[in-house]
């Protein structure tokens, strides 16, 4: 009555995941098998052992940026290289031409004349800064250079702007005389005033001769 109950009547199959009869191990059969898991669970330990010493060993040789995105950039990742063949130096004299005609078509000036200021000023040396604290490739006092609204006197573009805008000026005061303009641009204005023509210092006196000199070469050269 009470194996029928429980589905184990004489004559009825078993339930599904009891071993019966022949198929029931023996205490023999149990122990081998126990043996062949143990040693399995010996060596999968091992297996994992090596493996955590690896990736440990990895984490602690691989640099910042690669633990922090994975052990996924070891892989070959795709790259852009680029190669340059070669370059070839502008000249200083060319390199601020540009800046030199957009002065000239501003303060409608030839450009021949900033040029030449520049060349006798700094010999187109954009970092050029004399002992008396004029600065860049027209010689901008720092006075002069605040007046004229410049913000930094090395950029090459607020510096020529300025001493061309200085040169217009100058132009207007002595109503295109060449030779008080340029000793203006020199000596400064109060020194020219003074004396009524270019003053007799050797090196304004020289200044006035060399850009001169100058201006008619660049015109000749360059057909300003």
């Known amino acids: ?20 009869g022949p ?12 043996r062949d898991y143990a040693d399995r669970r010996r060596s999968q330990r091992r297996k994992a052992r090596v493996r955590n010493l690896l990736f440990s060993a990895l984490a602690i040789a691989l640099p910042p940026h690669i633990k922090s995105h994975g052990l996924n950039l070891l892989a070959p990742q795709p790259a852009v290289s680029v190669t340059v063949g070669g370059f070839s ?10 800046l ?6 501003k303060y409608d000036l030839n450009p021949a004349l900033i040029r030449s200021v520049i060349e006798t000023e700094s010999a187109f040396n954009a970092s050029a800064v004399s002992r008396a604290g004029a600065t860049g490739l027209m010689q901008l006092m720092p006075a002069v250079a605040e007046n004229m609204g410049v913000e930094n006197m ?17 132009w207007d005061h002595h109503h295109g005389n060449l030779p ?10 109060k ?15 020289n200044y006035v001769k060399r850009v001169t000199t100058l201006l008619k070469k660049s015109r000749e050269a360059n057909g300003d």
């Open 180 to 189: 008080l303009v340029l000793a203006s641009y020199n000596a400064g204005g």
């Open 191 to 205: 020194a020219v005033a003074r004396y009524g023509s270019v003053p007799p210092f050797r090196e304004t006196q």
């Open 154 to 170: 090395l950029d090459p573009r607020e510096n020529i702007m300025a001493g061309a805008q200085l040169l217009r000026e100058l």
């Open 100 to 105: 030199i005609q957009e002065a000239a078509d």
């Open 23 to 34: 198929e029931r191990r023996t205490h023999d059969d149990r122990r081998s098998h126990d």
């Open 1 to 20: 009555m009470a194996a029928r109950q429980f589905g184990l009547a004489l004559g009825a199959r078993p339930p599904v995941g009891l071993r019966h």
């Open 89 to 98: 130096a502008r000249p200083a004299r060319e390199a601020y031409e540009y």
